[in-house]
Each structure stands twice: as structure tokens, then as C-alpha cells.
């Protein structure tokens, strides 16, 4: 009977079909575009499969040595528009523009981290306009296809490539290698070559200004945290948000639940569920979609956003983000590129320079928290307050960081914001992911 | 065990599972019909694209604009499946390499994509959503109350769809048929039932409701679109369809299943069990395997439930 062998066929499908969608990935091809237009998904937005533990290097660039403390804000504080020198505007024309491409993580349209980045893009456009021409690959997962999409962006003649996420990094080292009249940069990241800078804030610090909403609005103590990847990255920030939190409320507490995706709101939505019904009133997230805003706001909560001014998804729930302003920074690195000046560097911006801005308040965010958070942001801009400076206790009761100490942004030894991989007292759930 | 725990979780299970249990309906009547398809994924982000659309653009009452966003997202579906019949049963192409071609070509690297870049939907807040509706101010009544009587208009159509398939396959004279069809098209074919035409409907129909499946993520889970947001729930629908034995009611209690099971590591994380998170991630998967693993050895041994022309094209011998 040709029954049977169908059934098995089809039971064959389904199981290879089944396995494909717990790998993560539901299509596998990489859809090729030009132009300063959109680019087709390659693959879906279910949760990427490499997700590095440490990011403590195990070989540094010979410049990165150079580098290897780092202020915040180093190389910022520049001039509001960069301008071309008479050489680089002749040689970079609308017939002949220079090409920058950025690589997002997630969908261009997430209104999060992928949304702020492509902001900074069109910041770009406008600044040079036929000078220039942008690329973009969106929802490239964070394994090797990454490699393949940088492939076809030098094949299309891209002269910048910027990276959005910390999964990318195995793949833009390799590539700086393999092509070195191209220039790399990545965002998170901790590695660098002649040809490969490293860029980000200091976005613990509006994470700590977060939680102190957060720790001012709680009633019961009790807030949840909707959280990405186990990386330092995001351990950083939920730390720094959590002594936020325990600034303004000292016995408030931070639960974290993982959801091991970027973005993927389905699952943000079952991971703040499950934060209500363990009884917390107010929610934080690391996420990219505003999501957990959504649900705050069904379940009569407050709400803290991250990564962009996510305010109109959930009005009543809104108390503030931490939200990164790439644009400046993005226009100065493709500027310093068509003029010939681009050095590699680590850059770490901050509150100084408007790279990290806080979010407006919401309504119901008194006068009294606004100007504490206010003040301690002022400390941050003066450099009289880190969030990271000691004594800092960590969960388990043990010292993390000794009184007098403040963390370094990133070192090759020892610890550093860029290699935190424990949680401070306050915290429940666990740093391991 | 705590109460509150259970009851949650048995409400997510509810929630996440019902967006299988429409998909899941609509490729279990194409298949007792005999026709496989391997597009539900594709189908489903057509739902969920349109839907969405639909609900952004229309004015009016809320509940007027959800109900035409939902009939949108069906026609949606059913016009994917459209093309799957045509070309598995007018063309008697391969069933398994039209549903999957329909999948890619509808699916986060097809049209859904596309569309929503078109109509710049992405990122936009959604202006409607699906709230839980309190049946007969029963929904304060503790245990049962959120369970049964506190739930989104969709999971109370995906009931009475349930209830309306079961009675369909086994009570009627249709349904009869339709199993004749599926079962054997010839005696069905000699018995003067039009099998192309039944198989037609169903293929329709199923993908209709494979199109709300979609709609539920963007109308009820979370109002936002993204391109691929089903991410694999079309091919779990499918997989539950063989876990389900072609049976309605057993469908459902599989589709609960997995929507527990893919909230069940949140709930336990919440509630203090360290585990590894990608363990909880992947068990959905883990289970998709297990159970078809077994549903294989069982059918054949028994062969429940299959039916026997599923996935082979009806030629008809003319005298």
C-alpha cells in the first residue's frame, strides 16, 4: 500500500521539520538585495542558536593593548555634523558613493535595539545623501550565516560594515582578517584589529536610573525582569538595575526570567505572564520589542522599556528607558571613513556625549523620584557616581566588588563591566541563564 | 502544589495552545480530505500579516474592526491553500513539495515578509487587540473562573470550531464522505461523491483556519507585527495532527500540551527552579520528536487513525 509509505514520508518531514524549528531556524537562505532599500529576512526570529558565555577574550588584537582600560565617552564629544575634506567629496559622489552597511540582529521595525540602530542609519543618509549609500541585512541570526552576509555586503562593494549585536563578533574577527581593505565595527563587542573597532554605552548607567523608577513605583517590593541572553551585557545592566531598584527601596527585589531570544514577542509575553503571576508589580526588560509593556499595562502594572522611547505601546504602564542615540556616532565613523582618518578604537559613549539618553518619564513618575534619578544622573555626567563602584555584594552574600573599587569598562584581566557574570544582592533567578 | 501556579499555567497552556488548535483543525480537515499540506507555516504568517494589517487600517468599533481583520486573515489563508490544491490536486503535483514550496513561498522569507514591508506595518503599535472577555461575569470564580470563563473571543471560537469539527466528521453525512475521500477516494468517487471538489473545500477551509491560527498571534498574543513571528508554530500543528490521530478532540488536548510546555520553563523559572533555560526552550521540540516517534511505531502497528489516500493524488480510470 502507498499509504503506508506516505505516512512515513510525511512523519519524515515533519520530525526534519520539527528539528529545523528547535534549531531555530525556520528558513535557511540568505535572500541577496542592493540598494538603499529593505532587504528580505533570511531566517526567522526564533531564538538564535549561539549565544557565547564569556566574553573574555582568549587572544587580544595588539590593539586593543593600547586600549585596554577604557574611559567612558573616550572618543566622544565631538562636533554635531562631521564634514568631508575637499578630497573625500570629490572622490565620493552619487555616481560613485561610498557604502555603509549595518548587519541588525533583529527587524528593522522591532521599535527596540534593531529600530534605534536603523534610526542611526537613516541618520547617516541625511548627512551625506547621494554621498553615501546604506545597506542593511536584517534578522541575521547570530551564527555563521552572519559570515555569509558580510560576504555578500563586500561583494557588493560595502566600505564600512557595522555589526549590531554580540553573536556577530566570531564572524566580523574572521572577516577583518579576510578583508582587510574593509572596515569593521561591532557593537558589544570586545575584540579589535587595524581594521576592527569595538563601539557601545554605558547603558547600565540608564539602567540603574530605570530601576530607580522602578524601585520608587514597586508597592509590594516585587519587580520582574524580562531578560534576553545570560551574557555579561545584560547581567551588567539587570545588576546596575537592581542597585537602582535597592537604592530607592532597599528590601525590593529583581526576578529575573530568561527567554533566550532578542525578540520574539510571543515569548516576551509568556515570560512577563509569568512574572505577574508570581505576584510582581512592576516590570523591567532587556528585550527588543516592547512587549512587556503590553502586559504590564493589561495587568494594571508599571512598566520600564529599554532601548528606544517605547512610551505609546503602553502609556499607563510607562516609567522610563535607557535608550542609545547611534546616529552622531554612526555619522562620525562613516565621515572619518570617507575622509581617510578612521582609526580602530573602543569606543564607550555615555550620558556626556548623548549616546545613552534617558527615555521621558511617564505620568505617574513624582516629582521626587524624577529629580533623584535626575541628580544621580548628573553624578554619572560629572563622573562622582558609577554604579559599579564598590562595596558591591553579590548574590550568594559574598564581596563582588571591594569598597573603593570601581569596575573597569573592559580589561584583558581580570574583571570588568565587559565580563560580569554573577548578580548583585537583590536579584532572584539565576546569572547562568 | 500551588494553585495559583497550576491555574496559570493551565491559562497559558490555553492561551499558547490555541493558535495550534485553529491551525491544527484546519490541516487536520485537509488531511481527512487526503491532501497533506506543508504550508501551514506560510499560511499562518499570511494571517497573521494581513490580520494585522487589516486591524491597523480599518476605523470604526474595535470589536467590528477584529472581526473583519479575522474574516481578512482568513480569506488570507484560504487563498494560500488556493494554490496548494490547485497545484497538488487540478496539476496532481507532489503534495509535499507544493506544501513546502507554499511555505517558503508565503513564509519569513516569502510574501508575509514582503507585504509587511510594503504596508510599513512593522514596529507599529497595534491599535486593536483581543481582550479577554469575562463570560457570564463567571471569570472572578476562583480555579474554573479564569480557566473556562476569563478567556480572549478567539479561544471561545476555537471551542465551538472543535465541537463543530467533531460533530462534522462523525454525525453527519458530509463528514461521512469526507472520510469516504480521504479514506477511499474510488468507492467515494463510485458512490457519486465528487472528490475533487470535497478535497478542494477542505484544503480551503483548512487553510482559512490555519490564517487565524496566524491572526491570533498579531490580533490576540502580542499587537505588533514582525516578519516570522509564528516562528515554527505551523510545523508543530502539523507534527500534532499525526499526534492527534486525525481526531478533533484529541487534537486539542495536544495543542494544550505543547502550549504548556512552551510556557512551562518561564513558569518555573519564575517560580525558582534553576535549570538550564535552553533545556525549557527547546522541550516543545523535544516533544514534537518523542511523541511522533512513537505515533509511528503504534501506526504501525495498528495504523490508526491515517487516512489511507492521505497525500496521494486522485486520478480518476475512466471506463
Redesign the interface.
Same mark, same amino acid.
Given at each position: 500500500? /502507498?499509504? =503506508?509509505r =506516505?505516512? %512515513?514520508? $510525511?512523519?519524515a518531514? +515533519? @520530525?526534519i521539520?520539527?528539528?529545523?524549528? *528547535?534549531c531555530g531556524s525556520? *528558513?535557511t =537562505?540568505t535572500?541577496p538585495s542592493t540598494g538603499t532599500t529593505?532587504s $528580505? +529576512? &533570511?531566517?526567522? @526570529?526564533? &531564538?538564535a542558536s549561539v549565544a557565547p558565555a564569556s566574553v573574555a577574550p582568549a587572544s587580544v588584537a595588539p590593539a586593543s593593548s593600547a586600549a585596554a582600560s577604557v574611559a567612558p565617552g573616550a572618543s566622544a564629544a565631538a562636533a554635531a555634523v562631521p564634514s568631508l575634506t575637499p578630497d573625500a567629496a570629490a572622490k565620493w559622489t552619487t555616481s560613485h558613493p561610498f557604502k555603509a552597511a549595518f548587519i541588525y540582529v533583529?527587524?528593522?521595525?522591532?521599535?527596540g535595539w534593531t529600530?534605534a540602530h536603523d534610526v542611526g542609519r537613516l541618520a547617516v543618509q541625511t548627512a551625506f545623501g547621494g554621498r553615501v549609500e546604506t545597506m542593511f541585512k536584517? !534578522?541575521v541570526p547570530e551564527g555563521p550565516q552572519c559570515a555569509q552576509v558580510i560576504t555578500q555586503l563586500v561583494n557588493q562593494g560595502a566600505n564600512i560594515i557595522f555589526g549590531t549585536s554580540f553573536g556577530f563578533q566570531p564572524s566580523f574577527v574572521a572577516a577583518a582578517q579576510k578583508y582587510p581593505n574593509v572596515l569593521f565595527e561591532m557593537a558589544t563587542g570586545t575584540e579589535q584589529s587595524a581594521n576592527l573597532a569595538e563601539y557601545y554605552g554605558a547603558g547600565e548607567n540608564g539602567d540603574y536610573l530605570s530601576g530607580m523608577a522602578a524601585g520608587a513605583a514597586t508597592k509590594n517590593g516585587k519587580i520582574?525582569f524580562v531578560a534576553p541572553f545570560a551574557i555579561p551585557e545584560v547581567i551588567r545592566e539587570i545588576d546596575a538595575y537592581t542597585m537602582g531598584a535597592r537604592s530607592m527601596n532597599p528590601n525590593a527585589t529583581v526576578?529575573? $526570567?530568561?527567554? !533566550?531570544t532578542w525578540?520574539? &514577542?510571543?515569548?516576551? %509575553?509568556?515570560?512577563a505572564? /509569568?512574572?505577574v503571576?508570581?505576584g510582581v508589580d512592576v516590570l523591567g526588560d532587556g528585550q527588543d /520589542?516592547? =512587549?512587556t509593556g503590553?502586559v504590564a499595562a493589561?495587568a494594571g502594572l508599571k512598566w520600564t522599556g529599554y532601548d528606544s522611547n517605547q512610551e505609546?505601546?503602553a502609556p499607563n504602564a510607562w516609567l522610563t528607558a535607557t535608550t542609545y542615540n547611534w546616529g552622531p556616532y554612526y555619522t562620525r565613523e562613516v565621515a572619518a571613513a570617507m575622509n581617510g582618518t578612521w582609526k580602530t578604537h573602543f569606543y564607550y559613549g555615555g550620558f556626556n556625549d548623548d549616546f545613552v539618553v534617558m527615555a521621558p518619564f511617564g505620568q505617574s513618575v513624582s516629582q521626587a523620584t524624577q529629580q533623584a534619578i535626575l541628580a544621580k544622573e548628573a553624578a554619572m555626567k560629572a563622573g562622582t557616581f558609577d554604579p559599579f563602584t564598590g562595596p558591591i555584594t553579590k548574590q550568594d552574600g559574598s564581596i563582588g566588588v571591594p569598597a573603593g573599587t570601581t569596575l573597569p569598562v573592559y580589561t584583558t584581566t581580570g574583571l570588568s563591566k565587559y565580563s560580569i557574570d554573577w548578580f548583585v544582592q537583590g536579584v532572584?533567578? /539565576?546569572a547562568?541563564? | 502544589m500551588n494553585t495559583d501556579l497550576v491555574v496559570s499555567l493551565i491559562v497559558s497552556a490555553i492561551v499558547y495552545g490555541t493558535p495550534l488548535v485553529l491551525a491544527g483543525l484546519g490541516e487536520l480537515l485537509a488531511e481527512r480530505s487526503g491532501v497533506l499540506n506543508l504550508g501551514v507555516e506560510g499560511m499562518m504568517l499570511m494571517g497573521a500579516v494581513t490580520g494585522f494589517y487589516a486591524s491597523q487600517q480599518l476605523g470604526g468599533p474595535g470589536w467590528i474592526v477584529l472581526i473583519v481583520a479575522m474574516v481578512v486573515a482568513a480569506l488570507a489563508g484560504g487563498s494560500m491553500a488556493l494554490i496548494h490544491a490547485f497545484l497538488s490536486i487540478t496539476v496532481r503535483v507532489n503534495q509535499i513539495v507544493s506544501g513546502l514550496a507554499l511555505t517558503i513561498f508565503a513564509g519569513v522569507i516569502g510574501l508575509s515578509t514582503y507585504a509587511g514591508q510594503v504596508w510599513n506595518i512593522g514596529g507599529q503599535h497595534g491599535l486593536h487587540q483581543l481582550n479577554r472577555v469575562d463570560l457570564l461575569g463567571l471569570g472572578e470564580v476562583p480555579i474554573i473562573g479564569p480557566i473556562l470563563f476569563d478567556q480572549d473571543p478567539f479561544v471561545y471560537l476555537s471551542w465551538g470550531l472543535v465541537i463543530l469539527v467533531t460533530w462534522y466528521l462523525y454525525r453527519t453525512r458530509t463528514g461521512l464522505y469526507l472520510r469516504a475521500v480521504g479514506e477511499a477516494p474510488r468507492s467515494a468517487d463510485a458512490m457519486g461523491v465528487n472528490v475533487t471538489k470535497y478535497r478542494y473545500v477542505h484544503t480551503i477551509v483548512g487553510g482559512a483556519l490555519a490564517g487565524l491560527g496566524g491572526a491570533y498571534f498579531t490580533l490576540a498574543i502580542a499587537p505588533i507585527w514582525t516578519a516570522g513571528l509564528t516562528a515554527g508554530v505551523g510545523w508543530i500543528a502539523i507534527a500534532l495532527v499525526i499526534f492527534a490521530f486525525w481526531r478533533p478532540d484529541v487534537l486539542v488536548l495536544g495543542a494544550y500540551l505543547f502550549g504548556a510546555l512552551s510556557s512551562l520553563g518561564f513558569t518555573l523559572q519564575a517560580y525558582g527552579v534553576q535549570m538550564p533555560s535552553e533545556i525549557f526552550s527547546s522541550l516543545p521540540y523535544l516533544m514534537t520528536i518523542v511523541v511522533l516517534a512513537g505515533a509511528s511505531t503504534t501506526m504501525a502497528r495498528r495504523r490508526i487513525g491515517t487516512p489511507a489516500a492521505l497525500g496521494v493524488p486522485y486520478v480518476r480510470e475512466e471506463g
Amino acid at each position: 500500500m /502507498s499509504g =503506508t509509505r =506516505t505516512t %512515513r514520508s $510525511v512523519m519524515a518531514i +515533519a @520530525v526534519i521539520a520539527a528539528l529545523a524549528a *528547535g534549531c531555530g531556524s525556520t *528558513g535557511t =537562505t540568505t535572500a541577496p538585495s542592493t540598494g538603499t532599500t529593505a532587504s $528580505v +529576512a &533570511p531566517a526567522s @526570529v526564533a &531564538p538564535a542558536s549561539v549565544a557565547p558565555a564569556s566574553v573574555a577574550p582568549a587572544s587580544v588584537a595588539p590593539a586593543s593593548s593600547a586600549a585596554a582600560s577604557v574611559a567612558p565617552g573616550a572618543s566622544a564629544a565631538a562636533a554635531a555634523v562631521p564634514s568631508l575634506t575637499p578630497d573625500a567629496a570629490a572622490k565620493w559622489t552619487t555616481s560613485h558613493p561610498f557604502k555603509a552597511a549595518f548587519i541588525y540582529v533583529g527587524a528593522a521595525s522591532d521599535a527596540g535595539w534593531t529600530h534605534a540602530h536603523d534610526v542611526g542609519r537613516l541618520a547617516v543618509q541625511t548627512a551625506f545623501g547621494g554621498r553615501v549609500e546604506t545597506m542593511f541585512k536584517e !534578522n541575521v541570526p547570530e551564527g555563521p550565516q552572519c559570515a555569509q552576509v558580510i560576504t555578500q555586503l563586500v561583494n557588493q562593494g560595502a566600505n564600512i560594515i557595522f555589526g549590531t549585536s554580540f553573536g556577530f563578533q566570531p564572524s566580523f574577527v574572521a572577516a577583518a582578517q579576510k578583508y582587510p581593505n574593509v572596515l569593521f565595527e561591532m557593537a558589544t563587542g570586545t575584540e579589535q584589529s587595524a581594521n576592527l573597532a569595538e563601539y557601545y554605552g554605558a547603558g547600565e548607567n540608564g539602567d540603574y536610573l530605570s530601576g530607580m523608577a522602578a524601585g520608587a513605583a514597586t508597592k509590594n517590593g516585587k519587580i520582574g525582569f524580562v531578560a534576553p541572553f545570560a551574557i555579561p551585557e545584560v547581567i551588567r545592566e539587570i545588576d546596575a538595575y537592581t542597585m537602582g531598584a535597592r537604592s530607592m527601596n532597599p528590601n525590593a527585589t529583581v526576578q529575573v $526570567v530568561w527567554t !533566550n531570544t532578542w525578540f520574539d &514577542p510571543a515569548k516576551e %509575553r509568556q515570560a512577563a505572564e /509569568s512574572l505577574v503571576a508570581k505576584g510582581v508589580d512592576v516590570l523591567g526588560d532587556g528585550q527588543d /520589542s516592547p =512587549t512587556t509593556g503590553q502586559v504590564a499595562a493589561a495587568a494594571g502594572l508599571k512598566w520600564t522599556g529599554y532601548d528606544s522611547n517605547q512610551e505609546s505601546f503602553a502609556p499607563n504602564a510607562w516609567l522610563t528607558a535607557t535608550t542609545y542615540n547611534w546616529g552622531p556616532y554612526y555619522t562620525r565613523e562613516v565621515a572619518a571613513a570617507m575622509n581617510g582618518t578612521w582609526k580602530t578604537h573602543f569606543y564607550y559613549g555615555g550620558f556626556n556625549d548623548d549616546f545613552v539618553v534617558m527615555a521621558p518619564f511617564g505620568q505617574s513618575v513624582s516629582q521626587a523620584t524624577q529629580q533623584a534619578i535626575l541628580a544621580k544622573e548628573a553624578a554619572m555626567k560629572a563622573g562622582t557616581f558609577d554604579p559599579f563602584t564598590g562595596p558591591i555584594t553579590k548574590q550568594d552574600g559574598s564581596i563582588g566588588v571591594p569598597a573603593g573599587t570601581t569596575l573597569p569598562v573592559y580589561t584583558t584581566t581580570g574583571l570588568s563591566k565587559y565580563s560580569i557574570d554573577w548578580f548583585v544582592q537583590g536579584v532572584i533567578g /539565576s546569572a547562568k541563564g | 502544589m500551588n494553585t495559583d501556579l497550576v491555574v496559570s499555567l493551565i491559562v497559558s497552556a490555553i492561551v499558547y495552545g490555541t493558535p495550534l488548535v485553529l491551525a491544527g483543525l484546519g490541516e487536520l480537515l485537509a488531511e481527512r480530505s487526503g491532501v497533506l499540506n506543508l504550508g501551514v507555516e506560510g499560511m499562518m504568517l499570511m494571517g497573521a500579516v494581513t490580520g494585522f494589517y487589516a486591524s491597523q487600517q480599518l476605523g470604526g468599533p474595535g470589536w467590528i474592526v477584529l472581526i473583519v481583520a479575522m474574516v481578512v486573515a482568513a480569506l488570507a489563508g484560504g487563498s494560500m491553500a488556493l494554490i496548494h490544491a490547485f497545484l497538488s490536486i487540478t496539476v496532481r503535483v507532489n503534495q509535499i513539495v507544493s506544501g513546502l514550496a507554499l511555505t517558503i513561498f508565503a513564509g519569513v522569507i516569502g510574501l508575509s515578509t514582503y507585504a509587511g514591508q510594503v504596508w510599513n506595518i512593522g514596529g507599529q503599535h497595534g491599535l486593536h487587540q483581543l481582550n479577554r472577555v469575562d463570560l457570564l461575569g463567571l471569570g472572578e470564580v476562583p480555579i474554573i473562573g479564569p480557566i473556562l470563563f476569563d478567556q480572549d473571543p478567539f479561544v471561545y471560537l476555537s471551542w465551538g470550531l472543535v465541537i463543530l469539527v467533531t460533530w462534522y466528521l462523525y454525525r453527519t453525512r458530509t463528514g461521512l464522505y469526507l472520510r469516504a475521500v480521504g479514506e477511499a477516494p474510488r468507492s467515494a468517487d463510485a458512490m457519486g461523491v465528487n472528490v475533487t471538489k470535497y478535497r478542494y473545500v477542505h484544503t480551503i477551509v483548512g487553510g482559512a483556519l490555519a490564517g487565524l491560527g496566524g491572526a491570533y498571534f498579531t490580533l490576540a498574543i502580542a499587537p505588533i507585527w514582525t516578519a516570522g513571528l509564528t516562528a515554527g508554530v505551523g510545523w508543530i500543528a502539523i507534527a500534532l495532527v499525526i499526534f492527534a490521530f486525525w481526531r478533533p478532540d484529541v487534537l486539542v488536548l495536544g495543542a494544550y500540551l505543547f502550549g504548556a510546555l512552551s510556557s512551562l520553563g518561564f513558569t518555573l523559572q519564575a517560580y525558582g527552579v534553576q535549570m538550564p533555560s535552553e533545556i525549557f526552550s527547546s522541550l516543545p521540540y523535544l516533544m514534537t520528536i518523542v511523541v511522533l516517534a512513537g505515533a509511528s511505531t503504534t501506526m504501525a502497528r495498528r495504523r490508526i487513525g491515517t487516512p489511507a489516500a492521505l497525500g496521494v493524488p486522485y486520478v480518476r480510470e475512466e471506463g
